[in-house]
């Protein structure tokens, strides 16, 4: 089996992470989750090195100026990243998922590009919400935002779902089943799995 990078991307409350676990959950061991780093506080359901790298700002600063990162975004308010030695040591013998949002899903991609051998291997998927209105309203309903924190990440949507045709897939989200079905035929489709 070839091993594949499969990336998928979207605004904030979309289901990205839903996909993501389902997938994992589904194909694991042939499929494992690029745990990517973060500087903002774990929620109370989260768990350091599974959920996200939890790095205090301080020290994702330093890893930044070591040039640890594939990419990093600064996103309201928070750094989030890809550590390279994640990225490029993980990738040998199963696939790889990365979820991720839209500006460093892009800087990944260029990285691919440098590297002819690597970009066939990227699969990227862009989860489309399918409206703005349901958008805030999955975010509100998720309660883990304040009002603030929301009005922004509606904001970025907004200049996220420009992007959205960078992307070999779009998913037009309707319901968790269906967006996942399709995720997941477009994954059967390059993989030998069953």
Do not use: W
Request: hydrophobic share 35%.
């Amino acid at each position: 089996m070839s091993n594949f990078i499969i990336l998928i991307s979207g605004p904030a409350g979309v289901g990205k992470t839903t996909i993501c676990d389902k997938l994992v959950n589904d194909f694991s061991p042939h499929l494992s989750r690029l745990v990517t780093a973060t500087s903002r506080s774990p929620r109370s359901n989260e768990v350091d090195g599974v959920d996200y790298v939890f790095l205090s700002r301080d020290e994702f600063k330093k890893r930044i100026s070591n040039e640890d990162f594939a990419e990093y975004e600064l996103i309201h308010g928070n750094y989030y990243g890809t550590l390279k030695k994640f990225l490029f040591e993980t990738f040998s013998g199963q696939n790889l998922l990365i979820n991720i949002d839209v500006n460093g899903a892009q800087s990944i991609q260029k990285i691919f590009l440098e590297f002819a051998e690597m970009s066939s291997k990227l699969l990227t998927i862009f989860i489309r919400p399918k409206s703005i209105k349901e958008l805030e309203t999955r975010l509100i309903t998720r309660g883990t935002d304040s009002h603030e924190q929301i009005k922004r990440r509606i904001q970025t949507a907004q200049h996220e779902i420009e992007q959205a045709t960078n992307f070999d897939l779009i998913v037009d989200s309707t319901c968790k089943e269906l967006d996942y079905n399709l995720v997941k035929n477009f994954y059967l489709k390059f993989t030998d799995q069953k």
